[in-house]
């Protein structure tokens, strides 16, 4: 968006986002969610970004995750049942029996990361057609 929108999103600093990962380093909410919730409250009016964001939240408690696997990984898919990073990671660990530190639960966040960022631009999308 900064490269092709220009301003006000040639403003915001990358590193803003940092602090999201680990669920805000307190494994509380996905980080990706809160990041997807501050995109969206940039384009959307109150009411349009609620919607938005809540249809977001509700798609994520039932999807099937990781959907995108970055290095063409054949990581098995769970359901968070939750908003929250520690129910969502703690599910997948218990089913792959991959540690917390391990490539391919980074990796699985990696793809969590792409499939809720492409549920919220489908959602934008229709939304502000």
């Not at 809720?116 to 229709?126: P, Q, Y």
Request: glycine fraction near 10%; hydrophobic fraction near 40%.
């Amino acid at each position: 968006m900064a490269d092709q929108v220009g301003y006000p999103f040639n403003q915001i600093p990358p590193q803003a986002w940092v602090n999201a990962g680990g669920g805000y380093g307190q494994a509380s909410l996905c980080g990706t969610l809160g990041v997807a919730a501050a995109c969206i409250g940039m384009v959307c009016e109150v009411d349009q970004g609620k919607k938005v964001l809540y249809d977001l939240n509700e798609w994520y408690k039932t999807a099937e995750f990781p959907m995108y696997q970055p290095e063409g990984l054949d990581l098995p898919h769970t359901v968070a049942n939750s908003l929250l990073c520690d129910e969502s990671v703690n599910i997948y660990m218990e089913e792959s029996g991959y540690e917390y530190g391990s490539a391919e639960r980074k990796s699985r966040c990696a793809g969590v990361a792409a499939d809720v960022t492409r549920k919220m631009v489908e959602l934008l999308n229709a939304e502000l057609a």
